[in-house]
């Protein structure tokens, strides 16, 4: 090789480095644009009547604690299982919506929880619920029959039930009694048949 060629390589060869770390220094200094964390949204929303809409309406609070009353009316067992349904009936004087699942638990006499809050159910997913004034939503438990058990598997029997309201640090405390055995679940509010 000519001593020419190999400078020409040699240039080159630095040309070539000192561009490649010109970009590498450019791109770490580029600031990055910090974006909050995605929300979910819902793609459509129901009313208490069950009809959907496109979207959300603007402008709706969200229900809190304080807008709303629980009702619980035990349904059929079936295959080990026991259903509750869980009502929450907006008592406020204003439209407001819910999104998402109950948080519940069991508790002793004491206030102290009992065994594991319940577990979501995939069987209703979460939608948007727009509810009016004087309509309930729902979500259902599910309690496994303490029967189907070895002993010292579930929880002893509950005094009370704690439901929190989806995004609510308050929660609704009412009287109940149940074990809390495994798959104890809870399925997304929905809105509830008038």
Do not use: W
């Not at 995004?167 to 009694?177: C, G, L, V």
Request: with cysteine; aromatic share 6%.
């Amino acid at each position: 090789m000519h001593r020419n060629t190999k400078i020409m390589l040699i240039i080159v060869g630095f040309v070539a480095v000192l561009m490649l770390a010109y970009l590498v220094g450019r791109r770490s200094n580029e600031r990055l644009a910090v974006t909050a964390p995605p929300t979910i949204t819902p793609n459509a929303t129901v009313t208490a009547s069950g009809s959907p809409t496109a979207t959300p309406t603007p402008g709706v609070p969200r229900c809190h604690t304080a807008d709303l009353r629980l009702a619980l009316s035990e349904g059929n067992g079936a295959a080990g299982t026991i259903y509750v349904t869980i009502d929450l009936i907006n008592k406020s004087a204003m439209t407001c919506t819910l999104y998402g699942y109950p948080g519940v638990s069991l508790l002793d006499s004491s206030g102290a929880q009992l065994g594991q809050p319940a577990v979501r159910s995939r069987s209703i997913l979460p939608a948007l619920i727009r509810l009016e004034p004087g309509k309930a939503s729902h979500a259902n438990l599910a309690f496994s029959n303490s029967g189907n058990y070895p002993t010292g598997t579930c929880s002893a029997k509950s005094d009370s039930i704690r439901i929190f309201v989806p995004d609510e640090t308050i929660p609704i405390i009412s009287a109940f009694t149940q074990e809390n055995c495994p798959g104890f679940s809870v399925t997304a509010l929905a809105a509830a048949a008038q």
